[in-house]
């Protein structure tokens, strides 16, 4: 957020100060002279009521980073002029659309058909076998030529086409060499999670899929995790559940590769990665399978694997922490130990794919995790340009959901824009939606506002800008506007408190 004083009236006689014209206008009403201290001639006059004379008198400002919300609540301050950003030259153009490419128009027709009721000519047919083969679905062809996905298919067929089985169309839109190779942070991480919640369904001894269950609560971090290899979120089949779907009995295959069998859970190793990668897999399997404390200090990971806890605990060696394993369990604890952990695991890591309950309860105790967490929020909303309550910031759990909703809008307004105009598609936009606004106010509308908007009743963001304005404007009228500022220093010190207003 930016409030910036930009003009102010200035009077034609004297020193040119707004307040000068303020007391020229009350002492043509009282017929006197100008005592040469405007100020406290304001300062009398509006104690006694008679605020009228300093309409005369008018500030503007440019506000930027507000959102559509805050925006919306100035403006019905009617006794100002404004001038906002039109939506429509906006880009927020933080995604591409997402849409299935469409398919070529049919070339024309040459030659015969097969036969006399056949909607196509033989040439028209190859090409849309060709197009199948190129990877479009039956159904995006008979959308787009007009006809029966299952007339597609028999052109297919007929032209010695061969018709995908279920299982390739599962996969055929997803990355199933995602886990080929373990050689990212992010995919390191990944394997975490799923040695603690994941799973490899077989069939006769061969590996057929993978998948990740975790309560349904966290469906929104399941859908991010998912994106990285087109994996999907169904229902878990159990109450409360979730499941994110690793399709392909080839990344089922190199999850096996890398440790992920059969009745994992007393069987499980370590597996073999660099010491670079082993804080992001330490992370995941927290994230799937442990426990921060939210009241007191401590760490626990869980697995029926005694080697898999020793692996863990060996991995942490390179720092000053101590864990201790006992049965199933390898715990740290105490004020010294857990914040040095956490600070291992969460010196670089993805905000948008952590686990958000624990990742709230990580940033208690790291100020690592802590300041990683909040810089990647910021750098978040810049792109995505909306305005992110401080609710919601303080909470990796609200922010979870919260993104979500401003991914999903975002990538519907990119898509809507393949068929809409801009002006039309920007009815997707939400109120987060960031704005700027020029606002040109008289001086005793700015008392109104200002009376009425910093208060403790007041929305937090029309609160901050109103605070900002006060403090610009006071010094260049101060018999106006010094009063009110002293009542809500003294009743409000910390909406007046430079680290506590700053929410941009």
């Known amino acids: 957020m930016n409030v910036e004083l930009i003009a102010i ?16 206008a009350g002492r043509i009403c ?6 040469g201290d405007p100020g406290s001639f304001l300062q009398a006059r509006i104690r006694e009521g008679h605020e009228s004379l300093i309409e005369h008198a008018s500030a503007t400002f440019e506000i930027s980073g507000i959102s559509r919300a805050c925006s919306h609540q100035l403006v019905r301050h009617r006794l100002a002029s404004y001038s906002q950003e039109s939506q429509r030259y906006c880009r927020y153009g933080a995604l591409e659309a997402n849409l299935e490419p469409e398919p070529s128009a049919l070339p024309e027709s040459r030659g015969e058909k097969r036969h006399w009721h056949c909607k196509f000519t033989i040439n028209q047919e190859e090409f849309i076998t060709n197009q199948y083969e190129q990877g479009f679905s039956a159904e995006k062809l008979a959308q787009v030529h007009d006809v029966h996905p299952t007339t ?8 010695n086409g061969v018709m995908r089985s279920r299982r390739e169309s599962r996969t055929m839109h997803t990355h199933t060499s995602y886990f080929a190779e373990i050689d990212t942070p992010e995919k390191a991480y990944v394997l975490g999670v799923i040695y603690a919640d994941g799973n490899v369904a077989f069939r006769d001894g061969e590996p057929l899929y993978a998948s990740i269950a975790q309560h349904m609560d966290y469906s929104a971090w399941l859908e991010r995790l998912g994106a ?13 559940s979730a499941r994110l779907t690793i399709p392909g009995r080839d990344a089922a295959e190199h999850l096996v590769s890398y440790g992920v069998v059969q009745a994992k859970s007393n069987l499980l190793t370590g597996p073999t990665l660099s010491s670079e990668l082993a804080p992001h897999f330490a992370r995941g399997y927290l994230d799937g399978d442990g426990h921060i404390g939210a009241q007191k200090p401590r760490i626990d990971i869980a697995s029926g694997s005694h080697k898999f806890l020793e692996w863990v605990l060996q991995q942490t060696q390179s720092v000053s922490a101590t864990g201790s394993i006992s049965g199933s ?12 952990i956490l600070d291992w695991l969460y010196d670089e890591f993805d905000f948008r794919l952590s686990h958000p309950a624990k990742l709230q309860r990580a940033i ?3 100020e690592i995790a802590r300041n990683n967490y909040f810089n990647q929020v910021e750098e978040w909303q810049k792109k995505f340009e909306v305005v992110v309550p401080p609710s919601i910031k303080q909470s990796p759990i609200a922010m979870s959901h919260f993104m979500r909703g401003i991914e999903q809008v975002a990538q519907g307004y990119a898509n809507l824009q393949v068929f809409l105009r801009k002006e039309d598609a920007r009815f997707a936009l939400p109120n987060a939606a960031a704005t700027r606004i020029i606002v040109t106010m008289n001086f005793r509308e700015l008392l109104h506002l200002f009376r009425i908007r910093i208060s403790r009743g007041a929305q937090w963001e029309i609160r901050d800008v109103c605070a900002r304005m006060l403090e610009l404007v006071h010094p260049l009228a101060p018999g106006v506007f010094g009063d009110l500022r002293d009542e809500l220093r003294i009743k409000y010190p910390a909406f007046f408190e430079h680290e506590m207003r700053k929410c941009a």
Not at 329 to 340: D, E, F, K, M, R
């Open 9 to 24: 009236t200035k009077y034609l006689r004297g020193d040119g100060a707004p307040e000068e014209l303020l007391e020229h």
């Open 30 to 35: 009282y017929r006197s002279e100008s005592q």
């Open 329 to 340: 369990h390898l715990t740290w604890a105490g004020s010294n130990c857990v914040p040095t």
């Open 364 to 366: 208690k105790w790291s």
């Open 152 to 159: 597609i298919r028999g052109i297919v067929l007929r032209n």
């Open 228 to 240: 990285l290899w087109g994996g999907s979120v169904i229902s878990g089949g159990r109450e409360n």
